[in-house]
């Protein structure tokens, strides 16, 4: 399994935008962002496949995250725009073993951090 470390998060206005990093001591394929509010179930924030090329996102983040990575440097990166309070979250990072897919269920990752929290003010 993968080591993973996310960081970037802190509390900021709505509007504001934050930048979260994660990085991996392993090899790594597919890398999503997931998130947990308090009181809800870990729900898939986005994904990108392992040259990249394929991204998938939540509806509810569509058009302002976008996620990238590095693999030279082996970090992968969701850079927040337009915060609402509703993405308020602890944001983890996961890793899927699977070279083949790029998912978007929690079940399809192998390794995950400890998080980050993003706190948005209204």
């Known amino acids: 399994q993968v ?3 996310e960081s970037g998060g802190g509390l900021v206005q709505a509007g504001a ?3 979260l ?3 991996a001591s392993g090899r790594t ?3 999503g962002w997931f998130r947990q509010a308090p009181g809800k179930e870990r729900e898939f924030v986005a994904v990108i496949s392992w040259r990249g090329g394929t ?3 939540v509806d509810s983040v ?3 995250f976008t996620i990238s990575r590095d693999n030279a440097k082996n970090t992968v990166f969701l850079q927040m725009n337009s915060l609402k309070p509703e993405d308020t979250a602890v944001y983890y990072c996961a890793s899927d073993g699977d070279p083949t897919r790029v998912g978007v269920r929690s079940w399809q990752y192998d390794s995950w951090g400890r998080g980050t ?3 948005v003010s209204s």
Do not use: H, N, P
């Open 55 to 57: 991204t998938y996102y």
């Open 21 to 23: 990093s994660c990085a």
């Open 3 to 5: 080591q993973l470390v």
């Open 117 to 119: 929290q993003v706190t």
């Open 29 to 31: 394929f597919s890398m």
């Open 62 to 64: 569509k058009g302002r």
């Open 17 to 19: 935008s934050l930048r």
